[in-house]
């Protein structure tokens, strides 16, 4: 039997997944005991070679449990740090008589939860949790009477309670209006009467009446500055929201954006086309997706050469991008024919788009970085990218939190929305909720209704 510590304190069991999502889980369950079965050793050696973010994950995890253990062996446990439970390696047992009936032994996950359910009989019931972000394996310990949850430290609030970015102020005074239309364009925020205190770089929509003007709240000055309607590389913006997205893209103060907003709002078109306007500031354009396919299959599973592996994932970048040429080219724009550039800043590689596999080793610097779709990411995923930002980088995040195919991540714990969560009120961050479709009104009616 193995030696857990006094009943008051908690025994997790850890699945696979919770490792691959965050490497440094263990230092997270405060007091408690952490047990590892012995299964999940054994999936995460199948993890550990790669460049993907989940091989990294599984080796880090292995070195730190190799630091931690030294020269001790797990009989007992070995304890994790001052204030911290003891961590054990679980090995295998013989399938409880409970389980043998409706559980298979040729799952990993059932050699887990078959673990999770022998400690629980030796200890009690009500002390050992099994920690997984698989909902189906949670239900199946349910079953069995055994207390699941998910992984919840990098969980933030509600996705109703998420920042948003942009405020709208009524009923204000028509001097505080006119004093934002006068130079220089600017006035100082302690003249607003406002319920809750200003976020840095918090967008307002002011209103008296049928006057209004769009203004941002400049941390450094506590000023708020008045916002034009621009044109960035033939793309004009079509609502107040996406007019703050162009001003928050095209700053150079504000390295860090993030853009949310459900599809056909104009996120991906709307970096772009800042990415495309600000090109001179910038050594290249990095644009990139996760490659989590519907399927969830990786992209080895795809027949051809490395190109025409990433095709299908990196489509509806090329989609964007041939909308700005269109509109360069004369079809929506000024007719210049700029929007031949596109394709020749392509064979130049000033425009590289890739999968984020390949930008891990990649020296960041003075690149405008897009980071599409960035809700199929985790919270380590988006650290471990903006951590790379070097002199003169701008990173862009853009996603929609409702529309998730990763199989582990919902609204309140992918990395889209612990970035917002986390960065909100930073001098370096600005964030924007697009909330109007703009792709078309069948697309608008269909998101509204289906």
Do not use: W
């Amino acid at each position: 039997m193995i030696s857990f510590s006094p009943s008051k304190r908690k025994i997790f069991v850890l699945d696979t997944n919770i490792i691959l999502h965050d490497s440094s889980c263990i230092n997270q369950f405060d007091e408690h005991d952490i047990v590892i079965p012995i299964a999940v050793i054994e999936e995460l050696d199948r993890f550990k070679k790669g460049k993907e973010i989940l091989n990294c994950n599984a080796r880090e995890f292995a070195r730190a449990l190799d630091a931690l253990t030294g020269d001790r062996i797990f009989n007992g446990g070995v304890p994790i740090g001052p204030g911290k439970g003891k961590i054990t390696v679980c090995l295998d047992r013989e399938f409880h008589d409970k389980l043998k009936t409706n559980f298979s032994p040729d799952k990993p996950d059932h050699h887990i939860l078959n673990a999770a359910y022998h400690i629980a009989c030796e200890q009690a019931f009500d002390r050992v949790l099994l920690v997984t972000k698989d909902v189906n394996l949670r239900m199946k310990a349910k079953s069995i009477g055994l207390m699941a949850q998910d992984y919840s430290t990098d969980r933030v609030q509600a996705p109703a309670d998420i920042y948003k970015g942009t405020r709208v102020v009524e009923n204000l005074p028509a001097a505080v209006i006119e004093q934002l239309y006068a130079k220089p364009y600017e006035m100082d925020a302690a003249g607003l009467d406002l319920a809750a205190p200003l976020l840095a770089n918090e967008y307002l929509v002011m209103k008296n009446g049928s006057t209004s003007a769009l203004g941002v709240f400049l941390p450094q000055t506590r000023s708020i500055r008045r916002i034009d309607t621009r044109v960035c590389y033939g793309i004009r913006p079509r609502n107040a929201e996406q007019c703050f997205a162009l001003d928050a893209l095209t700053s150079q103060e504000v390295p860090l954006v993030t853009i949310t907003g459900k599809a056909g709002t104009g996120k991906t078109l709307l970096a772009l086309a800042a990415a495309l306007e600000k090109r001179r500031n910038y050594r290249q354009i990095f644009i990139s997706r996760p490659s989590v396919p519907l399927s969830n299959k990786d992209i080895g599973f795809l027949p051809g050469d490395i190109q025409s592996k990433l095709d299908p994932y990196m489509q509806p970048l090329y989609d964007n991008l041939s909308v700005i040429e269109n509109s360069r080219n004369g079809k929506n724009g000024n007719g210049n024919g700029r929007g031949r550039r596109v394709k020749e800043l392509l064979d130049e590689e000033k425009i590289v788009i890739t999968p984020l596999s390949y930008i891990r080793g990649r020296s960041i610097v003075k690149v405008f970085f897009i980071v599409d779709e960035a809700q199929n990411l985790t919270p380590h995923e988006v650290k471990t990218i903006i951590t790379r930002a070097g002199e003169g980088t701008k990173i862009v995040f853009t996603g929609d939190i409702y529309q998730i195919d990763h199989p582990y991540l919902d609204s309140q714990s992918n990395g889209l929305s612990y970035l917002i969560e986390k960065m909100k009120g930073q001098a370096l961050y600005t964030h924007i909720n697009l909330e109007k479709g703009e792709r078309s009104e069948l697309s608008d009616l269909a998101i509204s209704l289906l």
